[in-house]
């Protein structure tokens, strides 16, 4: 017999449940408050790797996004977000269309919450309000306490604001209201 059709290669992303889909999954059965997440404990600034992950998804590579997962499994956002922004500002062309898918994968499927968080820290980067699927990402994981200061930043930006910080407080928890509070007064100094 012949074979008709290829067996799919199964990658390690898409064998373990995405956090954004645990994260549904955990405040449908009224648990995001049992999610926990694994933190990374690395101050390591060097962004090389990352570069090069973003450089081979504008070039189509197919294992771009795993990329993205290797590297921050000892990356911290927190630790590359001023390099990075720098690189981005430093290219010749910055492609805004590819930039939203890659932000959307990040935030949709991937296992490590680091990249979760550079999925909502590239929708700086891109006219959010134009990318109503990328919002609802962003809202759905401000949720979870673990992703609150980098949506609630993020979506600060739309006009709509105060409904989906409202939507994000509604659903998240105590640590998630204080996370609000303090982002709010920073935002006032």
Do not use: C
């Not at 648990?31 to 404990?41: C, D, F, G, P, T």
């Not at 090389?48 to 081979?56: I, N, T």
Request: charged share 40%; net charge neutral; glycine share 2%.
């Amino acid at each position: 017999m012949f074979k008709i059709f290829k067996s799919k290669s199964v990658n390690k992303s898409e064998e373990q449940e995405s956090i954004y889909k645990m994260i549904l999954r955990a405040e449908e059965e009224n648990k995001i408050e049992n999610l926990k997440l694994r933190h990374v404990e690395s101050k390591d600034e060097d962004i090389l790797k990352l570069e090069k992950a973003l450089l081979d998804y504008y070039n189509k590579d197919r294992l771009a996004i795993e990329e993205f997962e290797r590297y921050f499994k000892n990356h911290r956002l927190e630790d590359i977000k001023e390099k990075f922004e720098r690189f981005i500002f430093s290219m010749d062309t910055l492609k805004e269309d590819k930039l939203v898918g890659l932000s959307i994968l990040l935030m949709r499927d991937t296992t490590e919450p680091e990249a979760v968080k550079f999925g909502i820290f590239l929708a700086n980067f891109y006219p959010l309000v134009n990318v109503r699927g990328a919002i609802k990402i962003i809202t759905d994981l401000g949720a979870h306490e673990d992703f609150t200061k980098y949506s609630l930043s993020t979506l600060k930006q739309l006009e709509i604001y105060p409904v989906v910080r409202d939507n994000i407080l509604r659903r998240g928890n105590d640590k998630v209201k204080d996370i609000e509070e303090k982002l709010n007064e920073t935002w006032k100094k």
